[in-house]
């Protein structure tokens, strides 16, 4: 007999969550009250300033229970937010879990979804401070709001990256969207590196922290709308256009040959829709040197410039191979369209 | 032709979310950065601490679309959150929205949803500083984290009760459960006083801050868990037990009368599960008083001592009016049971 959520209840859940955190999970400088009020509480670091953001994962929408296992669903739903806080050069402190259950769910999956957290949480000695706990009609969702901090006046925005900026980029965007098209194709097994890069997608939060107090990055984001929509949001924010050089874009060998399978242009995938979580930076061009040897200290991946930005009235532009532009559209990853 | 969410899609909502908060809504002080980036972002007030809670309502388990406007299920979740700050003696701050919403809803009702978040937040100088859209497959879900801030050492915990302090409620709790037993039963219409009662919760979160200050609470919880399930609570983190005089349980005349056409006694709608956002406290039987006259400067209802602390081996009993004892089964609300 597998125990579920109806054999324990609500208050035996929080019970078990609360005993597995104690035992496997860190403690976050700063709590006063954890799990078991009507609300938790922290004091803030004095000289900082309080980052929060949340991000949802929904059944059916974001992924499909037999396809992901839920210690890697609670790491890749805590992922998400963690690398929305190092994008502003923050550092994660305290998470509140909201999750939407059903009656069936076995009480081993649901310990270890957090695990999955923790796996995420611990390396930045960040707990999980509270939570709710409801019954969802249809399909489980996990809602997440993370909160930490940055020294006062170090967080990197959105706007204020300007015309003669160049533009950064970590890794290889792209990767997540073409390991997806594969799975879908049924073309590459589950140790493909394209297709571990969307089953086990990873931040760069430590990178966008380092970067942050290097003081000279105008913007950062990272691409969870993917390279052109995140891109757009900078272009949106700061009042700025772009123009990419196409032959300068990061495309690993692995995503070229996929893409021949898929008959894509390579390309494609770096620009569009893509769950990889790597940060666009912009910058002066005389400060490249200074965000390339701080993301260095502790990522491999590649940092490439791939174009700068321009006025905002030149709009979103690719140079292509053969010298010809292409006026892009700033479309993201719309969750309703 | 209405339109919907489809029409416009997330970056669309955004944009009408936005002008809609800076045309209806305050700015709540602190905030460096508001919705538009990764994060949001605001600055701690010396000498604070801060309080954080999330609560959900979903769909089908919390309400039904066609039972409730927009603007009153925005209120009804905004005000659950209001209401766990105020039992901590807190000042609600900042609110993040995050929505599961589906691709045919009509953009006026979220329009309206939000709305009903503001005619609880601006009250308070409190602000929608973030959030996130998802579509959700079955039901809508709106999971709020509301972020606070009480003076240093002043929240008052759960665990601070001791045998001997009195218990004070707040209001009728089970106005709430009578006013939904009535509607299931066809047996009131909408302007039935405990009817409002369910369909308009209302907080006390002015009165739990005024009680906070006071100094003088040894424990404060609200009551969405039911008086009894609440009193459990305290009883749990402070282990103690609790001894209840039934004659002394506030009942309305309406109670009364809703109980008789009910076939129930009027005293289970008092100590059952019921949506009433009231609140218990707990004190020194010398600052029973004080704590009346700090709630009595903004709320005219009763405030009334039901019983007493005991030890915990004593459990919690209620005397009944034939001078009976009886145990009482600590069981609130529990979502999976």
């Not at 874009?249 to 021949?260: G, I, M, T, V």
């Not at 965000?291 to 991946?301: L, Q």
Request: hydrophobic share 40%; proline share 4%; aromatic share 6%.
């Amino acid at each position: 007999m597998v125990e579920t959520l109806k054999d324990i209840g609500e208050f035996g859940l929080i019970a078990r969550i609360d005993a597995l955190l104690k035992r496997e999970g860190v403690q976050a400088p700063g709590v006063s009250l954890g799990i078991g009020d009507d609300t938790a509480s922290f004091r803030a670091r004095p000289g900082h300033e309080i980052l929060v953001t949340c991000d949802c994962v929904v059944e059916g929408r974001h992924f499909l229970s037999r396809h992901i296992s839920p210690v890697n669903l609670g790491r890749r739903s805590m992922m998400l937010n963690i690398s929305d806080i190092g994008a502003m050069g923050g550092q994660p402190l305290y998470a509140l879990i909201s999750l939407g259950l059903k009656n069936e769910t076995p009480v081993q999956d649901i310990e270890n979804l957090y695990r999955g957290f923790l796996v995420e949480l611990n390396p930045f000695g960040a707990s999980i401070i509270g939570g709710n706990l409801t019954k969802s009609g249809n399909g489980i969702f996990i809602d997440i709001t993370l909160i930490g901090e940055v020294e006062e006046g170090r967080a990197v925005r959105r706007s204020g990256a300007r015309p003669g900026d160049v533009i950064l980029v970590t890794g290889y965007p792209g990767q997540s969207a073409a390991g997806l098209a594969l799975l879908l194709e049924s073309l590459a097994s589950e140790d493909q590196a394209l297709v571990k890069a969307y089953n086990n997608p990873s931040h760069r939060a430590r990178e966008g922290r380092a970067v942050a107090l290097t003081g000279c990055a105008t913007a950062m984001i990272d691409t969870s709308d993917g390279f052109v929509g995140d891109l757009g949001h900078i272009c949106e924010e700061s009042r700025v256009g772009a123009l990419l050089n196409q032959e300068k874009f990061p495309l690993s060998d692995d995503l070229r040959k996929a893409a021949q399978k898929l008959k894509k242009e390579p390309w494609q995938f770096f620009l569009g829709d893509s769950d990889d979580y790597q940060l666009i930076i912009t910058c002066r061009p005389e400060h490249v040197e200074r965000v390339r040897s701080a993301i260095a200290a502790t990522y491999e991946g590649p940092v490439t410039q791939v174009g700068e930005l321009t006025t905002a009235e030149q709009g979103v532009r690719v140079v292509l191979a053969d010298g010809s532009e292409r006026a892009l559209s700033a479309k993201g990853w719309d969750h309703f369209r």
